[in-house]
């Protein structure tokens, strides 16, 4: 407060006008007597002065430390009490030695507060810091005094900071609106406002729809229609991208399961474990590196992704070979035994680190979030989006190109010519279900950064992920993205009017009626395979 | 024609017949009480699963239909009776309102939704609990097997339907107590539900309706319907070719276990307490299916046996060690699975069938 007040004093020597000065001197006189309106009278015409002088003695006004020596009539900014009362010469900024009851605060109220803000504002109008001058003139938009027209019109007069003057233009419209001048003058200021982002349109427009100038009602109202309906866009818009969000996460959860599920057709009960795992990995990752190398922290998650990978991998070929492999043929017996695998698993993690929530850091590059227009994106959940469909388009490669992939599809559609054909069928079983689990040890290495690292953690995919294999197509791994996203957006579109839980409800019924209609799913694979 | 009661339904049923009688003399009668209060509950607990694993047997080891949603008509039967018993609470309640639960006061609910109306008698709570969970079952299956959604897909529908309604009833806009479920009850019929005498009635009604259940699931099952049932179990589209309808049967089955599956729950509330949303999470639901598959599928007598014991060694193993409970039940998911696929029952049978070449009927339709 002090070192504002003496940069103040700073710009006094050099603006103040002998003129101004005068009557500057005469202002400060009258400020302690008569009535609060009279004070606010006092007030806004000290401001109005334009001497930088006036912001010291409004700040101490403002915060009721402002008060009058009867003796000689100096204005004194008097703080703490008792004995540690100390006084300061609000013009001066020097030091003055106060004795108890030797002053009279100057009284203000809520009004006079306001008009003591206002008035703040337009002096600040006048600061050398063009930081600061924007911000007062931020604030003379948003509580507009008609009274400071004049002060505005100066300023603007005086601004040659193209952003400052944008602003001194935006705020003289709102103070023109707020008071009594001509119609046209005060519809051309609602046009002005109306190029403000659209929040700022509102706020500021919203009262005047009820104008009694019906050409200034009406154009306000438009105003504010269309910022509306820019908002509701936006929203609309930020719906998708957490829809986008929420199936990105979803996709990376099912594609795996696309894979086991989808073109094995083996169910793995156990697949959310998986990628808890992956999740778990992650944590490992992090700690050695907090301990052993901090400097690589931002690389945590690049290096854990390619471990979780292969742990994940490794942990389904172990099951694909131990278990899985005696009961092809029996999706049923599949299903319960890989719940069994769920459960060592799951207990398994919950003994060797507890089974509280574990801590796993945003690297510098995930943490913090950007703006576009009105629509907020956080970083983790960007890179989260980018993470899953790169994920989505090298297992498509794999799949499509890779000779691995060609075995893979050779094997799920025709088993007995695939092995006529010197293939290996069991290798590839392997390699395919650890394929799956490693992608899942993947996907667990994004929601690490999303979600909480405990031993439930895949408990909350399972049944979402399958709903999304699912509705896809079982088979059809681009049904499994298409599923994903839209499944997400939905559930988005739907949690603002039906909440959280209820819209999560809303999407299974909605799917369990949607297998009813199309039991094979959203993109079924047809022909003869389909009976297989 | 095979008999209704054969041999093993009629060991299982003089077994029954005897801890009944026997538990009650013990806890009650005897000198010093032999039989501690709470074992009378806590068996009672087990013949509710028992009665559980009955109706899941019914359709997945006659049916092939494995549902993973059984968890929820048992929870729904459970809450019908829940709903009667904090009806019964009445002003004991800690609010002391007349009608309203305690949860609803909290809630600062006005008045009673319609669908707590007639809860307040027992007979409409007793009927309720078989008519929500079959009317349900009704719905769904009418659905599924009307568009023939079979194997793993229904059982992972089955699986989410359960868990649709373990959000729902998690909720507390839902008016059935959210989280904590419904608790706190008092009595049933006018019987403090603390006193010993209640407890034991209440584990002779369970085992009434576990003998009850398994025989007539043992009279479906041998009838002609319930042949119809195996040969849609083991060869669903012939069966539909030779002229049979098969969604018509499946439906049946589907909705008497349902049904089957409510009365245990209703029994189980009273037993245990307390019902909560938990009750409807998938795991619950599938550890039904292991039960099952331990004690043998499509045995009946197997499915019972198999939740009673399984059920136990959870008591004792939570007890003892909690950490290795887990383990246990993972591994016996797998290693029955793999090295059980006709259940213990069906292993010890095929064993004596083996020492004795001159088989029972028991084992050949054990091997059907």
Redesign the interface.
């Not at chain 2, 669903?236 to 089955?253: A, C, D, M, N, W």
């Given at each position: 407060m002090f070192l504002r007040a003496l940069t103040f004093m700073l710009g006094l020597w050099v603006s103040a006008l002998p003129l101004a000065a005068q009557s500057f001197d005469d202002l400060l006189t009258r400020l302690p007597q008569g009535s609060f309106s009279d004070r606010a009278t006092v007030v806004s015409a000290l401001a109005a002065t334009g001497d930088l002088r006036a912001a010291a003695v409004l700040d101490a006004l403002g915060a009721g430390e402002l008060h009058v020596r009867p003796s000689d009539g100096a204005l004194l900014r008097v703080t703490g009490r008792g004995t540690n009362l100390r006084g300061t010469d609000v013009l001066t900024g020097d030091a003055v030695e106060v004795a108890p009851r030797s002053t009279e605060a100057v009284r203000v109220n809520n009004s006079l507060r306001r008009t003591v803000r206002a008035a703040m504002g337009v002096l600040t109008l006048r600061d050398p810091d063009p930081m600061r001058r924007l911000n007062a003139a931020e604030a003379a938009f948003r509580a507009p005094d008609p009274e400071q027209l004049e002060a505005i019109d100066l300023a603007l007069d005086a601004e040659d900071d193209a952003r400052v003057r944008a602003a001194l233009i935006q705020a003289r419209a709102t103070t023109i609106l707020r008071g009594d001048a001509p119609v046209a003058e005060r519809v051309e200021a609602v046009e002005t406002i109306r190029e403000r982002s659209p929040r700022v349109v509102i706020a500021a427009l919203a009262p005047y729809r009820a104008d009694t100038q019906p050409e200034v009602a009406e154009a306000a109202a438009d105003a504010v229609a269309t910022a509306e309906r820019t908002l509701q866009l936006w929203s609309q818009a930020q719906n998708v991208w957490f829809g986008l969000s929420l199936g990105s996460v979803l996709l990376l959860a099912a594609v795996g399961l696309a894979i086991t599920f989808g073109v094995m057709g083996v169910?793995n009960?156990a697949h959310g474990e998986l990628v808890m795992l992956g999740a778990y990995t992650t944590f490992v990752v992090q700690n050695a590196i907090r301990v052993h190398a901090p400097h690589l922290f931002d690389w945590s998650l690049l290096i854990a992704a390619p471990l979780a990978f292969g742990f994940a991998g490794l942990v389904g070929v172990a099951i694909e070979r131990g278990?899985v492999r005696?009961?092809y043929g029996r999706?049923?017996?599949?299903?319960?035994?890989t719940?069994?695998?769920?459960?060592?698993l799951?207990?398994?993690v919950?003994?060797a680190f507890g089974p509280n929530n574990r801590e796993v850091g945003n690297p510098s590059w995930m943490s913090g979030a950007f703006e576009i227009g009105q629509l907020t994106i956080t970083w983790n959940r960007l890179w989260i989006v980018v993470f899953a469909l790169v994920v989505f388009a090298v297992l498509m490669f794999v799949m499509r190109r890779t000779p691995i992939g060609l075995q893979m599809r050779a094997v799920t559609q025709n088993r007995a010519m695939a092995g006529n054909m010197g293939i290996r069928t069991s290798w590839v079983d392997a390699m395919t279900f650890g394929l799956g689990a490693g992608i899942a040890g993947l996907a667990g290495v994004a929601l690490s950064q999303i979600d909480n690292v405990s031993p439930n953690l895949g408990?909350n995919y399972?049944?979402d992920s399958?709903?999304v294999v699912?509705f896809g197509g079982a088979g059809n791994i681009w049904g499994t993205l298409a599923a994903a996203f839209s499944l997400g957006i939905v559930n988005k579109f739907l949690e603002p009017y039906a909440g959280a839980?209820?819209a999560?409800?809303v999407i299974?019924?909605a799917?369990?009626?949607f297998?009813?209609?199309r039991?094979r799913g959203l993109f079924a694979v047809k022909g003869r395979a389909v009976e297989a | 024609m095979t008999r209704l009661i054969d041999r093993r339904m009629g060991i299982f049923l003089t077994g029954l017949f005897i801890l009944t009688v026997a538990l009650p003399i013990g806890n009650l009668w005897m000198e010093g009480k032999p039989v501690p209060s709470y074992a009378v509950s806590l068996m009672g607990k087990y013949l509710c699963y028992a009665l559980l694993a009955v109706a899941l047997d019914l359709v997945w080891g006659y049916c092939g239909i494995?549902s993973l949603g059984h968890g929820a008509f048992f929870a729904l039967g459970g809450y019908a009776m829940g709903m009667h018993l904090m009806r019964e609470i009445g002003t004991r309640g800690s609010y002391a309102n007349a009608t309203l639960p305690d949860f609803m006061v909290f809630l600062g609910w006005q008045e009673l939704p319609w669908f707590w109306h007639g809860f307040d008698m027992f007979w409409f709570a007793a009927l309720m609990a078989m008519v929500v969970p079959g009317l349900l079952a009704f719905v769904?299956g009418w659905?599924?097997f009307?568009?023939?959604?079979t194997?793993?897909?229904l059982?992972?529908?089955t699986?989410?339907?359960t868990?649709?309604l373990m959000?729902?009833f998690?909720?507390n806009e839902m008016g059935f107590g959210g989280n904590n479920g419904l608790t706190d009850f008092k009595d049933i019929l006018g019987f403090p539900l603390q006193s010993d005498r209640t407890r034991v009635g209440l584990m002779v009604a369970s085992a009434l309706a576990l003998a009850g259940g398994l025989l007539l699931a043992r009279w479906v099952t041998r009838s002609r319907l319930g042949q119809v049932l195996v040969c849609v179990r083991d060869a669903e589209s012939r069966t539909r070719f030779l002229g049979y309808r098969v969604e018509h049967y499946k439906l049946f089955i589907f909705t008497l276990s349902a049904m089957m599956a409510g009365v245990a729950g209703a029994l189980y509330t009273p037993q245990v307490g307390i019902i909560n949303p938990g009750e409807f999470s998938?795991?619950n639901s599938?550890e039904i299916?292991?039960w099952v598959?331990l004690g043998g599928r499509g045995t009946l007598v197997g499915a019972a046996l198999g939740a009673i014991l399984v059920a136990f060694a959870k008591t004792l193993l939570t007890g003892w060690m909690p950490?290795f409970?887990?383990?246990a039940?993972?591994?016996?998911?797998?290693l029955?699975?793999?090295a059980l696929?006709k259940g213990a029952l069906g292993a010890i049978e095929g064993g004596l069938g083996r020492l004795r070449p001159r088989s029972t009927t028991a084992t050949k339709e054990a091997r059907a």
């Amino acid at each position: 407060m002090f070192l504002r007040a003496l940069t103040f004093m700073l710009g006094l020597w050099v603006s103040a006008l002998p003129l101004a000065a005068q009557s500057f001197d005469d202002l400060l006189t009258r400020l302690p007597q008569g009535s609060f309106s009279d004070r606010a009278t006092v007030v806004s015409a000290l401001a109005a002065t334009g001497d930088l002088r006036a912001a010291a003695v409004l700040d101490a006004l403002g915060a009721g430390e402002l008060h009058v020596r009867p003796s000689d009539g100096a204005l004194l900014r008097v703080t703490g009490r008792g004995t540690n009362l100390r006084g300061t010469d609000v013009l001066t900024g020097d030091a003055v030695e106060v004795a108890p009851r030797s002053t009279e605060a100057v009284r203000v109220n809520n009004s006079l507060r306001r008009t003591v803000r206002a008035a703040m504002g337009v002096l600040t109008l006048r600061d050398p810091d063009p930081m600061r001058r924007l911000n007062a003139a931020e604030a003379a938009f948003r509580a507009p005094d008609p009274e400071q027209l004049e002060a505005i019109d100066l300023a603007l007069d005086a601004e040659d900071d193209a952003r400052v003057r944008a602003a001194l233009i935006q705020a003289r419209a709102t103070t023109i609106l707020r008071g009594d001048a001509p119609v046209a003058e005060r519809v051309e200021a609602v046009e002005t406002i109306r190029e403000r982002s659209p929040r700022v349109v509102i706020a500021a427009l919203a009262p005047y729809r009820a104008d009694t100038q019906p050409e200034v009602a009406e154009a306000a109202a438009d105003a504010v229609a269309t910022a509306e309906r820019t908002l509701q866009l936006w929203s609309q818009a930020q719906n998708v991208w957490f829809g986008l969000s929420l199936g990105s996460v979803l996709l990376l959860a099912a594609v795996g399961l696309a894979i086991t599920f989808g073109v094995m057709g083996v169910i793995n009960m156990a697949h959310g474990e998986l990628v808890m795992l992956g999740a778990y990995t992650t944590f490992v990752v992090q700690n050695a590196i907090r301990v052993h190398a901090p400097h690589l922290f931002d690389w945590s998650l690049l290096i854990a992704a390619p471990l979780a990978f292969g742990f994940a991998g490794l942990v389904g070929v172990a099951i694909e070979r131990g278990i899985v492999r005696h009961l092809y043929g029996r999706p049923l017996e599949t299903l319960l035994a890989t719940w069994g695998v769920s459960l060592i698993l799951q207990q398994a993690v919950r003994s060797a680190f507890g089974p509280n929530n574990r801590e796993v850091g945003n690297p510098s590059w995930m943490s913090g979030a950007f703006e576009i227009g009105q629509l907020t994106i956080t970083w983790n959940r960007l890179w989260i989006v980018v993470f899953a469909l790169v994920v989505f388009a090298v297992l498509m490669f794999v799949m499509r190109r890779t000779p691995i992939g060609l075995q893979m599809r050779a094997v799920t559609q025709n088993r007995a010519m695939a092995g006529n054909m010197g293939i290996r069928t069991s290798w590839v079983d392997a390699m395919t279900f650890g394929l799956g689990a490693g992608i899942a040890g993947l996907a667990g290495v994004a929601l690490s950064q999303i979600d909480n690292v405990s031993p439930n953690l895949g408990q909350n995919y399972i049944v979402d992920s399958f709903m999304v294999v699912v509705f896809g197509g079982a088979g059809n791994i681009w049904g499994t993205l298409a599923a994903a996203f839209s499944l997400g957006i939905v559930n988005k579109f739907l949690e603002p009017y039906a909440g959280a839980v209820l819209a999560k409800i809303v999407i299974l019924v909605a799917i369990i009626l949607f297998i009813q209609k199309r039991p094979r799913g959203l993109f079924a694979v047809k022909g003869r395979a389909v009976e297989a | 024609m095979t008999r209704l009661i054969d041999r093993r339904m009629g060991i299982f049923l003089t077994g029954l017949f005897i801890l009944t009688v026997a538990l009650p003399i013990g806890n009650l009668w005897m000198e010093g009480k032999p039989v501690p209060s709470y074992a009378v509950s806590l068996m009672g607990k087990y013949l509710c699963y028992a009665l559980l694993a009955v109706a899941l047997d019914l359709v997945w080891g006659y049916c092939g239909i494995l549902s993973l949603g059984h968890g929820a008509f048992f929870a729904l039967g459970g809450y019908a009776m829940g709903m009667h018993l904090m009806r019964e609470i009445g002003t004991r309640g800690s609010y002391a309102n007349a009608t309203l639960p305690d949860f609803m006061v909290f809630l600062g609910w006005q008045e009673l939704p319609w669908f707590w109306h007639g809860f307040d008698m027992f007979w409409f709570a007793a009927l309720m609990a078989m008519v929500v969970p079959g009317l349900l079952a009704f719905v769904f299956g009418w659905f599924a097997f009307r568009s023939r959604v079979t194997g793993v897909y229904l059982s992972i529908i089955t699986q989410a339907l359960t868990y649709a309604l373990m959000l729902a009833f998690f909720r507390n806009e839902m008016g059935f107590g959210g989280n904590n479920g419904l608790t706190d009850f008092k009595d049933i019929l006018g019987f403090p539900l603390q006193s010993d005498r209640t407890r034991v009635g209440l584990m002779v009604a369970s085992a009434l309706a576990l003998a009850g259940g398994l025989l007539l699931a043992r009279w479906v099952t041998r009838s002609r319907l319930g042949q119809v049932l195996v040969c849609v179990r083991d060869a669903e589209s012939r069966t539909r070719f030779l002229g049979y309808r098969v969604e018509h049967y499946k439906l049946f089955i589907f909705t008497l276990s349902a049904m089957m599956a409510g009365v245990a729950g209703a029994l189980y509330t009273p037993q245990v307490g307390i019902i909560n949303p938990g009750e409807f999470s998938p795991a619950n639901s599938i550890e039904i299916v292991i039960w099952v598959a331990l004690g043998g599928r499509g045995t009946l007598v197997g499915a019972a046996l198999g939740a009673i014991l399984v059920a136990f060694a959870k008591t004792l193993l939570t007890g003892w060690m909690p950490e290795f409970w887990l383990f246990a039940l993972g591994a016996l998911f797998i290693l029955v699975t793999i090295a059980l696929p006709k259940g213990a029952l069906g292993a010890i049978e095929g064993g004596l069938g083996r020492l004795r070449p001159r088989s029972t009927t028991a084992t050949k339709e054990a091997r059907a």
